[in-house]
């Protein structure tokens, strides 16, 4: 039996902190080459470097992240936001390894190709960015926002990748719809994921062992408020149709009385 009262909380905190630590640092170890490449990005050479030297440096780590992500870094947040989802379901007492690792292999060739999908738009977006950051106008501010917007459109991709059963074309398409669609939850979303990395930032010991586990908690919870509202959209207009259908047949039934 689990403890109730104040030793109860307490466990079932330490029970979350686990779970959540698992999974992050699962997900970190499946995506070592891109956590090295990005580690180095961040070291950006030695202090007597110029600055030509230290961004020569950063975009060589990009370069290589962008080539590895798709094939370490997708997949395994694929595996992350499939547990997530079980949480989220309720399903909180589910074997950790045994269910990332199922889903990581599950769902790798989707993630793989979602992975490169996306890779290609982060890089036209960043090169872009760096290009009009440099003139300084209204263009780099956009291209900022796009870049959240496609942040958020990623997190939706992983969620629905965990929840549907689609093709990969379908699922990039109704992420960017529902990243649109829905630009009070997509705000929400990029908002709480914000504040996570900002925390990270702030106390370091959350990137090895909770950064990536909470945002795609969150994520997958936000996103699955939008996928609740849209069931039961869909249920209201199905039971208006069907009404509908009724009264027509009603109608035509009132138009021609059967003879007797």
């Not at 030793?7 to 779970?19: L, N």
């Not at 070291?43 to 962008?66: H, K, R, S, W």
């Not at 009070?184 to 090895?208: C, E, K, Q, W």
Request: overall charge neutral; charged content about 15%; glycine content about 6%.
């Amino acid at each position: 039996m689990e403890p109730r009262g104040l030793m109860g909380g307490f466990y079932k905190i330490s029970e979350w902190i686990m779970r959540l630590a698992v999974i992050n640092v699962l997900w970190i170890a499946c995506s070592i080459p891109f956590v090295f490449f990005a580690w180095g990005g961040l070291m950006m050479g030695p202090a007597n470097a110029d600055d030509q030297a230290i961004m020569n440096q950063l975009y060589t780590a990009l370069v290589f992240m962008g080539i590895v992500a798709p094939f370490t870094l997708f997949p395994a947040t694929a595996a992350m936001f499939s547990v997530a989802r079980k949480w989220v379901m309720g399903e909180t007492d589910v074997p950790l390894f045994k269910t990332y690792f199922r889903s990581y292999k599950e769902n790798y060739f989707q993630s793989m190709i979602g992975g490169i999908a996306y890779t290609l738009l982060f890089g036209i977006m960043i090169v872009d960015f760096i290009v009009y950051q440099k003139q300084l106008n209204l263009m780099s501010y956009i291209f900022i926002a796009l870049l959240l917007l496609l942040v958020v459109s990623l997190f939706n991709f992983f969620s629905m990748l965990a929840h549907y059963h689609m093709k990969t074309f379908q699922l990039l398409k109704n992420a960017v719809l529902i990243t649109i669609g829905k630009p009070i939850r997509s705000f929400s979303t990029a908002i709480m994921a914000g504040v996570v990395l900002y925390m990270s930032t702030r106390f370091t010991f959350l990137i090895p062992f909770f950064m990536g586990s909470i945002i795609a908690y969150l994520s997958f919870w936000n996103f699955h408020l939008i996928y609740q509202k849209l069931q039961e959209q869909a249920e209201k207009a199905k039971q208006s149709q069907e009404e509908e259908n009724e009264f027509v047949e009603l109608a035509d039934e009132g138009q021609n009385p059967t003879n007797k």
